[in-house]
T-cell receptor
C-alpha cells in the first residue's frame, strides 16, 4: 500500500468543468510535489510546496491551481483544461529539511479531458 | 539546467541473469542526488536506490547496485539475479540541492523498459 494517497484514481472531465485532485500523506513530510506524466514519457515537475508554501512553479498554465491547506494535504484545482492536459498526475512527498531523502509517490490520478 | 539521458529504450533478459541499465547526466551543480525509480504497469513510482554525489562509495540495496562515476557523470544500475517482478519501466532521476537547502523537484530520464523473460 502506498503511503501517499491520491484521489480520485480516474477522472474524466469536459473542457468547461472545474474539478480538483487530492493528495494526502501522513508521514510528517513538509515537502509535496505535483508531476505530470504523459503516456510513455517520464514525469515532469509542475509544482513544489515546502512548509505549505509554493516554492517552485515550473511555468505551469494558470488553468492548474495548486493549494496546500495543511502539511498533510495537497490539492490541484483544474479549470478550463485542454485535451493535451490528459495525463497521469502524480503527487509525491519528502522531508523538506533532508533533501537527500527520496520522494515517495502516490499511485496517481489518470485524467482524461473530453 | 540539468539533463538526464537513458540511451536504452528497452532491454530484455532471462530470469536470473544480470542486467545493467545506463544513465548519464549533465549538470553544473556540485551538490546533487541521483536516484533510480521503477514504475510497473500499476503506475506507482517506487524508489530502487539512491546515491549522494558527495559519497564515493557506490550504493547497494540487496540485488540492486549502482556504478557511480562522478567525473564521467555516469550512474548505471545493475540488477543481479533478475526476477519476473523486476519487469517495469526504470527511470534515472537527478535532484539538485535546493536553493536555501530546501526541497527541489526530480529531473527524470526518458526511461528504460526492462522485460524479464521466464
Amino acid at each position: 500500500d502506498t503511503e501517499v494517497t491520491q484521489t480520485p484514481k480516474h477522472l474524466v472531465m469536459g473542457m468547461t468543468n472545474k474539478k480538483s485532485l487530492k493528495c494526502e500523506q501522513h508521514m510528517g513530510h513538509r515537502a509535496m510535489y505535483w508531476y505530470k506524466q504523459k503516456a510513455k514519457k517520464p514525469p515532469e515537475l509542475m509544482f513544489v510546496y515546502s512548509y505549505e508554501k509554493l516554492s517552485i512553479n515550473e511555468s505551469v498554465p494558470s488553468r492548474f491551481s495548486p493549494e496546500c491547506p495543511n502539511s498533510s494535504l495537497l490539492n490541484l484545482h483544474l479549470h478550463a483544461l485542454q485535451p493535451e492536459d490528459s495525463a497521469l498526475y502524480l503527487c509525491a512527498s519528502s522531508q523538506a529539511d533532508r533533501v537527500s531523502q527520496p520522494q515517495h509517490f502516490g499511485d496517481g490520478t489518470r485524467l482524461s479531458i473530453l | 539546467a540539468q539533463t538526464v539521458t537513458q540511451s536504452q529504450p528497452e532491454m530484455s533478459v532471462q530470469e536470473a541473469e544480470t542486467v545493467t541499465l545506463s544513465c548519464t547526466y549533465d549538470t553544473s551543480e556540485n551538490n546533487y542526488y541521483l536516484f533510480w525509480y521503477k514504475q510497473p504497469p500499476s503506475r506507482q513510482m517506487i524508489l530502487v536506490i539512491r546515491q549522494e554525489a558527495y559519497k564515493q562509495q557506490n550504493a547497494t540495496e540487496n540485488r540492486f547496485s549502482v556504478n557511480f562515476q562522478k567525473a564521467a557523470k555516469s550512474f548505471s544500475l545493475k540488477i543481479s539475479d533478475s526476477q519476473l517482478g523486476d519487469t517495469a519501466m526504470y527511470f534515472c532521476a537527478f535532484m539538485k540541492h535546493g536553493s536555501g537547502g530546501g526541497a527541489d523537484g526530480l529531473t527524470f530520464g526518458k526511461g528504460t523498459h526492462l522485460i524479464i523473460q521466464p
